[in-house]
Protein backbone atom coordinates (compact mmCIF):
# COMPACT_ATOMS: atom_id res chain seq x y z
CA UNK A 1 0.00 0.00 0.00
CA UNK A 2 1.18 3.66 -0.73
CA UNK A 3 -0.41 6.52 1.02
CA UNK A 4 -0.58 9.87 -0.27
CA UNK A 5 1.98 11.30 2.66
CA UNK A 6 5.01 8.82 0.76
CA UNK A 7 4.83 5.74 3.06
CA UNK A 8 4.06 2.55 2.70
CA UNK A 9 3.02 -0.65 3.75
CA UNK A 10 3.27 -4.35 2.93
CA UNK A 11 0.46 -6.23 4.14
CA UNK A 12 -1.47 -9.40 3.56
CA UNK A 13 -4.64 -8.15 3.40
CA UNK A 14 -6.41 -4.77 2.93
CA UNK A 15 -10.09 -3.99 4.12
CA UNK A 16 -11.83 -1.00 2.12
CA UNK A 17 -13.67 0.69 4.54
CA UNK A 18 -13.89 4.47 2.50
CA UNK A 19 -17.31 4.54 2.02
CA UNK A 20 -19.81 5.49 -1.23
CA UNK A 21 -16.96 6.59 -3.40
CA UNK A 22 -14.33 3.78 -2.51
CA UNK A 23 -10.83 4.21 -3.65
CA UNK A 24 -9.99 1.12 -3.08
CA UNK A 25 -13.24 -0.40 -4.27
CA UNK A 26 -12.43 1.20 -7.69
CA UNK A 27 -9.04 -0.78 -7.75
CA UNK A 28 -10.80 -3.90 -8.18
CA UNK A 29 -14.17 -2.97 -9.81
CA UNK A 30 -14.79 0.45 -12.05
CA UNK A 31 -18.29 -0.08 -11.45
CA UNK A 32 -20.32 2.96 -10.50
CA UNK A 33 -22.70 4.11 -7.77
CA UNK A 34 -26.09 4.27 -8.97
CA UNK A 35 -28.28 7.26 -8.23
CA UNK A 36 -32.04 6.05 -6.95
CA UNK A 37 -33.14 9.90 -7.77
CA UNK A 38 -35.19 9.21 -4.25
CA UNK A 39 -33.19 12.67 -2.32
CA UNK A 40 -34.43 13.22 1.74
CA UNK A 41 -33.78 16.71 3.19
CA UNK A 42 -32.94 16.39 6.29
CA UNK A 43 -32.04 19.35 9.10
CA UNK A 44 -32.40 20.03 13.26
CA UNK A 45 -33.96 23.37 14.68
CA UNK A 46 -34.27 24.58 18.35
CA UNK A 47 -37.65 22.44 19.80
CA UNK A 48 -39.16 26.07 20.00
CA UNK A 49 -39.18 26.17 16.55
CA UNK A 50 -41.07 22.96 16.28
CA UNK A 51 -44.62 24.35 16.36
CA UNK A 52 -44.07 27.41 14.21
CA UNK A 53 -46.75 27.53 11.62
CA UNK A 54 -44.66 27.90 8.28
CA UNK A 55 -42.29 25.61 7.13
CA UNK A 56 -39.11 26.78 5.95
CA UNK A 57 -36.72 24.99 4.17
CA UNK A 58 -33.69 25.97 3.31
CA UNK A 59 -31.61 24.85 0.29
CA UNK A 60 -28.62 26.50 -0.95
CA UNK A 61 -24.95 27.46 -0.03
CA UNK A 62 -24.27 24.81 3.12
CA UNK A 63 -26.54 22.38 1.57
CA UNK A 64 -25.69 18.55 2.60
CA UNK A 65 -26.68 16.03 0.24
CA UNK A 66 -26.85 12.48 0.89
CA UNK A 67 -26.60 9.61 -0.60
CA UNK A 68 -26.46 5.95 0.69
CA UNK A 69 -24.90 2.82 -0.96
CA UNK A 70 -27.61 0.36 0.07
CA UNK A 71 -31.19 2.14 -0.77
CA UNK A 72 -32.42 3.77 2.81
CA UNK A 73 -35.61 2.36 2.83
CA UNK A 74 -34.51 -0.48 5.60
CA UNK A 75 -32.22 2.18 7.34
CA UNK A 76 -29.83 -0.54 6.97
CA UNK A 77 -26.57 1.08 6.09
CA UNK A 78 -24.74 1.57 8.95
CA UNK A 79 -26.08 -1.87 10.90
CA UNK A 80 -24.58 -3.94 7.83
CA UNK A 81 -21.31 -2.26 8.39
CA UNK A 82 -21.49 -2.92 11.68
CA UNK A 83 -22.78 -6.67 11.07
CA UNK A 84 -19.64 -6.66 8.26
CA UNK A 85 -17.21 -5.29 10.57
CA UNK A 86 -17.67 -8.19 13.34
CA UNK A 87 -17.85 -10.67 10.80
CA UNK A 88 -14.64 -9.97 9.15
CA UNK A 89 -13.24 -9.63 12.70
CA UNK A 90 -14.00 -13.26 13.56
CA UNK A 91 -12.71 -14.63 10.31
CA UNK A 92 -9.71 -12.98 10.66
CA UNK A 93 -9.08 -13.94 14.77
CA UNK A 94 -10.20 -17.47 13.74
CA UNK A 95 -7.87 -17.65 10.90
CA UNK A 96 -4.71 -17.40 12.12
CA UNK A 97 -3.52 -14.70 9.94
CA UNK A 98 -5.13 -16.85 6.56
CA UNK A 99 -6.33 -13.57 4.87
CA UNK A 100 -7.71 -15.79 2.01
CA UNK A 101 -9.37 -17.99 4.25
CA UNK A 102 -10.87 -15.07 6.57
CA UNK A 103 -12.71 -13.11 3.62
CA UNK A 104 -13.84 -16.60 1.85
CA UNK A 105 -15.56 -17.40 5.16
CA UNK A 106 -17.07 -13.72 5.61
CA UNK A 107 -18.03 -13.85 2.02
CA UNK A 108 -19.61 -17.15 2.61
CA UNK A 109 -21.38 -15.87 5.32
CA UNK A 110 -22.06 -12.45 4.71
CA UNK A 111 -23.36 -12.20 0.87
CA UNK A 112 -27.05 -13.97 1.58
CA UNK A 113 -27.91 -12.08 4.18
CA UNK A 114 -26.76 -8.49 2.99
CA UNK A 115 -27.88 -9.24 -0.20
CA UNK A 116 -31.51 -10.22 1.18
CA UNK A 117 -31.61 -6.82 3.12
CA UNK A 118 -30.45 -4.76 -0.35
CA UNK A 119 -33.12 -6.70 -2.20
CA UNK A 120 -36.16 -5.63 0.18
CA UNK A 121 -34.85 -2.14 1.02
CA UNK A 122 -35.37 -1.47 -2.63
CA UNK A 123 -39.13 -3.53 -2.73
CA UNK A 124 -39.67 -1.13 0.27
CA UNK A 125 -38.82 1.76 -1.58
CA UNK A 126 -41.03 0.55 -4.19
CA UNK A 127 -43.99 0.41 -2.15
CA UNK A 128 -43.08 4.11 -0.74
CA UNK A 129 -42.80 5.85 -3.81
CA UNK A 130 -45.38 4.22 -5.84
CA UNK A 131 -47.04 6.66 -7.90
CA UNK A 132 -49.84 4.44 -9.42
CA UNK A 133 -53.56 4.29 -7.66
CA UNK A 134 -53.62 0.87 -6.40
CA UNK A 135 -50.15 0.67 -4.60
CA UNK A 136 -50.84 3.07 -2.39
CA UNK A 137 -54.40 2.27 -1.86
CA UNK A 138 -53.13 -1.23 -0.67
CA UNK A 139 -50.63 -0.26 1.19
CA UNK A 140 -52.65 2.03 3.33
CA UNK A 141 -54.83 -0.11 4.22
CA UNK A 142 -52.70 -3.04 5.33
CA UNK A 143 -50.89 -0.44 7.52
CA UNK A 144 -54.19 0.80 8.59
CA UNK A 145 -54.84 -2.12 10.15
CA UNK A 146 -51.25 -3.37 11.50
CA UNK A 147 -50.76 -2.98 15.41
CA UNK A 148 -48.47 -0.60 16.33
CA UNK A 149 -46.01 -3.85 17.47
CA UNK A 150 -46.58 -5.90 14.79
CA UNK A 151 -43.02 -6.13 13.85
CA UNK A 152 -44.06 -9.38 11.49
CA UNK A 153 -42.16 -7.94 8.37
CA UNK A 154 -39.22 -7.26 9.29
CA UNK A 155 -38.78 -10.42 11.77
CA UNK A 156 -36.21 -11.55 9.98
CA UNK A 157 -33.95 -8.48 9.88
CA UNK A 158 -33.79 -8.04 13.68
CA UNK A 159 -33.96 -11.96 15.07
CA UNK A 160 -31.57 -13.16 17.70
CA UNK A 161 -28.44 -15.23 16.87
CA UNK A 162 -26.96 -12.80 14.10
C1 LIG B 1 -28.60 11.20 6.77
C2 LIG B 1 -28.27 9.73 6.85
C3 LIG B 1 -29.04 8.91 7.64
C4 LIG B 1 -28.75 7.55 7.76
N1 LIG B 1 -29.51 6.76 8.56
C5 LIG B 1 -29.16 5.46 8.75
C6 LIG B 1 -29.89 4.65 9.67
O1 LIG B 1 -30.84 5.09 10.31
N2 LIG B 1 -29.48 3.36 9.83
C7 LIG B 1 -28.42 2.85 9.15
O2 LIG B 1 -28.09 1.68 9.36
N3 LIG B 1 -27.75 3.59 8.25
C8 LIG B 1 -28.08 4.89 8.04
N4 LIG B 1 -27.39 5.67 7.15
C9 LIG B 1 -26.40 5.02 6.27
C10 LIG B 1 -25.05 4.88 6.93
O3 LIG B 1 -24.61 6.11 7.47
C11 LIG B 1 -24.04 4.40 5.87
O4 LIG B 1 -24.58 3.31 5.14
C12 LIG B 1 -22.78 3.95 6.57
O5 LIG B 1 -22.20 5.04 7.23
C13 LIG B 1 -21.78 3.39 5.56
O6 LIG B 1 -20.67 3.00 6.31
P1 LIG B 1 -19.27 2.83 5.62
O7 LIG B 1 -18.31 2.49 6.72
O8 LIG B 1 -19.38 1.90 4.47
O9 LIG B 1 -18.87 4.23 4.98
P2 LIG B 1 -18.73 5.67 5.66
O10 LIG B 1 -19.53 5.79 6.91
O11 LIG B 1 -18.98 6.65 4.55
O12 LIG B 1 -17.20 5.74 6.10
C14 LIG B 1 -16.17 5.84 5.16
C15 LIG B 1 -14.97 6.51 5.84
O13 LIG B 1 -13.85 6.46 4.96
C16 LIG B 1 -13.23 7.71 4.95
N5 LIG B 1 -12.54 7.86 3.66
C17 LIG B 1 -13.08 7.96 2.43
N6 LIG B 1 -12.13 8.07 1.49
C18 LIG B 1 -10.95 8.01 2.14
C19 LIG B 1 -9.59 8.08 1.72
N7 LIG B 1 -9.24 8.21 0.42
N8 LIG B 1 -8.63 8.01 2.64
C20 LIG B 1 -8.95 7.89 3.94
N9 LIG B 1 -10.21 7.82 4.41
C21 LIG B 1 -11.20 7.89 3.52
C22 LIG B 1 -14.34 8.72 5.15
O14 LIG B 1 -13.83 9.93 5.65
C23 LIG B 1 -15.21 7.98 6.17
O15 LIG B 1 -14.78 8.22 7.49
C24 LIG B 1 -27.66 7.01 7.02
C25 LIG B 1 -26.87 7.85 6.21
C26 LIG B 1 -27.16 9.19 6.13
C27 LIG B 1 -26.27 10.06 5.27
Redo the contacts with the bound molecule.
Sequence with gaps: MSFADGTGLHCQGVVG???????TRALISDDQPICSESV?Y?GTLPARQADADDELIWIGPGKHL?????L?YL???????IEDAECLARHLAGQNGDFGEAFAGYQAERIGRTAQVQTVARAWGEVWHADDLIVPALRDRVFARRAADDHTDLDWLYQEGL
Design positions: ADGLWSRARVQYPMQAQGACQA
